[in-house]
């Protein structure tokens, strides 16, 4: 529903949270749906629109969406984490209300409560420009949306189990595109239809648990033209590497003989690799698809030097009318250097993931909550990781992370990958500079290689084994915001922390106060609500 009040339109949702069967590849699997969809549906809305989604949850457990790469500008409440919302309970509903302010481009949402991911539950999430500024493309013919990622068959709560056992999860048992596999049999449905000769934007992005995935068009090149809300340059793939969490836009044009091909999802560094295929039709073309697929890249260096030729467009307006580029990030002082190593311990023969040392626990007060009722010493400490971690972690502690990020600082944060497996960092809130992947470890002299010039602003990078990623941000939005490994077994074994940010003056110029619709639990749910500190 779209409704309009002097100023930006608003786009309304109302969506019930149910269990029911899917079955992605071919096995029956209680999954999560909404609205009685796998994947659930697509938002399409345009920069600055106002989006109020009203979810029912209908589960027999707390449950919570959140809205993957939309910066919430000024409004932490609405971000839907367990650090700064509560979970709803079920049962009940909780209405979010967002403004998609200043922003384009393609992105998810997906639940964050338990293993609820692995069951559904995720969507796509779009934001169009408005008529009003230059798209450096022609309009597409159609634009569709493709959400791939690895499925596991055991189900979220025996995924969950695994987890809390201390293992885990091993490998997936396959790959969907859509929530679906093509059979090849030739009575397969397609995906997505094209008209010979005109050209599609194709949304593509990874939902996945855990896995990084290879995607390929039979036949046809991709022109990548967005990339987590930014503009790139043109390039030309015959396939691309999207790593969990990651959104990539391309257009593909029909130029091939009218018949069926094969779109391919296929998983990357993992000892065996598994296929998952979708059929895309021609408009009264004639002939299945052929069965000899596009192969795969082999190696992670391919893959890095895939991640080298993303380039941020210059000259394109994203959602306000001047340039990309006129944004000079490479020309700021650096204020503080953060780096962060990832590690995996045992505790109690228990399988734990670690940044600097410390495993993140869940507290049962949203962190955010705790720092607005004046009760933060009650629920976790501040900077309680060094900003350097030394060469060896040994030992491990398991609490909350909170790094205390003074308001507009320009920050340097390095991942440090001390690990053989691949990373996937993503940061709520913001979107960072991704100036540079390198293998080995990290030192002040390898800013030399940054790019400074034109990387790409984005939200999610990943690192390769035994590898570093720095990125670049201003910390200029307040509010609690997670960063968090996108590989979700991680994820939730610790390997996520937060960034406090806090508005030095109290101006709601700054925060917005928190909602009067905002849940309350843990320790402050017996409170009085505090009286509104932004002014």
């Keep these: ?195 010979a000769g005109k050209t599609y934007k194709y949304r593509i992005c990874n939902a996945g648990i855990k896995t990084s995935l290879n995607v390929r068009f039979q036949g046809h090149t991709m022109k990548l033209v967005e990339m987590e809300g930014s503009h790139t340059v043109q390039n030309d793939y015959e396939s691309l590497d999207v790593h969990v969490g990651q959104c990539f836009s391309v257009l593909v044009t029909a130029n091939q003989e009218p018949k069926d091909y094969f779109v391919v999802a296929s ?21 299945a698809p052929s069965p000899k697929l596009p192969p795969p890249p082999v190696g992670w260096a391919w893959s890095l ?67 607005y009722y004046n009760v933060a010493d009650k629920v976790f400490k501040y900077d309680n990781i060094p900003d350097d971690p030394p060469a060896e972690i040994t030992k491990l502690t398991m609490e909350p992370i909170v790094l205390n990020m003074t308001h507009r600082n320009f920050v340097e944060i390095i991942f440090e990958n001390r690990e053989t497996a691949i990373q996937s960092y993503h940061l709520d809130g913001y979107s960072f500079f991704a100036v540079a992947i390198e293998t080995g470890n990290w030192s002040p002299e390898k800013r030399k290689n940054y790019n400074l010039l034109d990387a790409v602003s984005r939200h999610t990078i990943q690192v390769f084994p035994k590898s570093w990623a720095a990125i670049l941000l201003t910390f200029d939005n307040c509010g609690m915001w997670n960063i968090r490994s996108e590989v979700w077994d991680r994820r939730y074994l610790g390997q996520q922390l937060y960034a406090s940010v806090v508005s030095p003056n109290k101006s709601l110029k700054d925060e917005y106060n928190m909602p009067d619709g905002a849940l309350v639990c843990g320790v402050v749910e017996s409170m009085p609500r505090p009286p509104p500190p932004y002014t």
């Design 1 to 195: 529903m779209l409704t309009v009040q002097g100023g930006d339109p608003t786009i309304t949702f109302e969506w019930k949270v149910t269990y029911g069967t899917i079955s992605p590849l071919g096995v029956p699997v209680k999954g999560i749906l909404i609205n009685g969809q796998f994947p659930g549906p697509n938002i399409n809305s345009t920069t600055n629109n106002n989006v109020i989604v009203n979810v029912f949850n209908n589960l027999d457990e707390p449950f919570l969406l959140t809205w993957s790469g939309v910066q919430h500008r000024k409004n932490p409440w609405q971000d839907g984490v367990l650090g700064t919302n509560c979970p709803i309970p079920p049962g009940k509903n909780y209405t979010y209300k967002f403004q998609v302010k200043d922003q384009i481009g393609s992105y998810m949402y997906y639940p964050v409560t338990a293993m609820h991911k692995a069951a559904g539950g995720f969507g796509g999430l779009r934001i169009n420009s408005r008529l009003l500024i230059p798209v450096p493309y022609a309009d597409p013919a159609d634009d569709y949306t493709l959400i791939a990622g690895d499925f596991f068959n055991k189900g979220h709560a025996s995924l969950k189990k695994v987890l809390e056992s201390g293992r885990n999860l091993g490998r997936c048992d396959g790959v969907h595109i859509n929530g679906k596999v093509a059979k090849g049999d030739g009575n397969d449905e397609p995906l997505f239809t094209m008209e």
């Design 267 to 287: 998983t990357r560094f993992t000892k065996r690799e598994v296929i998952a295929t979708g059929v895309i039709r021609y408009n009264n073309g004639k002939g």
């Design 305 to 371: 030097n895939q991640f080298r030729t993303f380039r941020w467009n210059l000259t394109a307006s994203a959602a306000r009318p001047n340039p990309q580029g006129s944004y000079k990030y490479g020309s700021i002082n650096i204020t503080r250097t953060i780096k962060l190593a990832n590690t995996a311990h045992k505790v109690d023969g228990k399988l734990r993931y670690a940044l600097n040392g410390v495993s993140y626990v869940e507290p049962t007060t949203p962190l955010k909550l705790a720092e």
